[in-house]
T-cell receptor
Framework: IAGITQAPTSQILAAGRRMTLRCTQD?????MYWYRQDLGLGLRLIHY???????GKGEVPDGYSVSRANTDDFPLTLASAVPSQTSVYFC?????????????FGEGSRLTVL | GQNIDQPTEMTATEGAIVQINCTYQ??????LFWYQQHAGEAPTVRSY????GLEEKGRFSSFLSRSKGYSYLLLKELQMKDSASYLC???????????FGAGTRLAVHP
């Protein structure tokens, strides 16, 4: 089934540990995004990539890093997790490199940092 | 700054019509989306406006006034499965990133 695959679906992590959330899309979309969703705050953009080899910072980038080595994969890394990074993380993609048009979302990764 | 406001919660009766409002202040505007999100699931787009006026898509309609920074989503013939959060999102700024409101949680009662 075409779309966006995120892994893991859910994870409990000790503070200070390193964690990478994986995201893969098979729609050959140019742009990809990572959002976090917290109650009362909605979806907030962490990092984005308009094409392979380029990345940019969103609204809440601190504590997170991304890479875009190819079109399909866009992993999000927490170098040293803290409890405030407990959230649901959504990966998304859009077809055009300029970011216009509909965003398609993955099913989310629920992360708990203790 | 960038700001998108929408009501936190709404309730409605099955078979009725409900209107969810959204006001926005953003640096630039390239389009407005309404996403539906059921609990524990991914958001999916329900409506999209670029120009002023009404866009209709089955039971879902959305209105946009760019001069007023205002949009609404209209849901007709409400069904129980319409109980979900509805997210207003504006495409704005460099690289047309989507900025989301906090969402409106709609509960449909029999």
């Amino acid at each position: 089934i075409a779309g966006i695959t995120q892994a893991p679906t859910s994870q409990i992590l000790a503070a200070g540990r390193r964690m990478t959330l994986r995201c893969t899309q098979d729609m050959r979309h140019n742009a990809m995004y990572w959002y976090r969703q917290d109650l009362g705050l909605g979806l907030r953009l962490i990092h984005y990539s308009n094409t392979a080899g380029t990345t940019g910072k969103g609204e809440v980038p601190d504590g997170y890093s991304v890479s875009r080595a190819n079109t399909d994969d866009f992993p999000l890394t927490l170098a040293s997790a803290v409890p405030s990074q407990t959230s649901v993380y959504f990966c998304a993609s859009s077809r055009l490199a300029d970011g216009t048009g509909e965003l398609f979302f993955g099913e989310g990764s629920r992360l708990t940092v203790l | 700054g960038q700001n998108i406001d929408q009501p936190t919660e709404m309730t409605a009766t099955e078979g009725a019509i409900v209107q969810i409002n959204c006001t926005y202040q953003t640096s630039g505007f390239n389009g407005l989306f309404w996403y539906q999100q059921h609990a524990g699931e991914a958001p999916t787009v329900r409506s999209y406006n670029v120009l002023d006026g009404l866009e209709e898509k089955g039971r879902f309609s959305s209105f946009l006034s760019r001069s007023k920074g205002y949009s609404y989503l209209l849901l007709k013939e409400l069904q129980m499965k319409d109980s979900a959060s509805y997210l207003c999102a504006v495409q704005s700024g460099g690289y047309n990133k989507l900025i989301f409101g906090a969402g409106t949680r709609l509960a449909v009662h029999p």
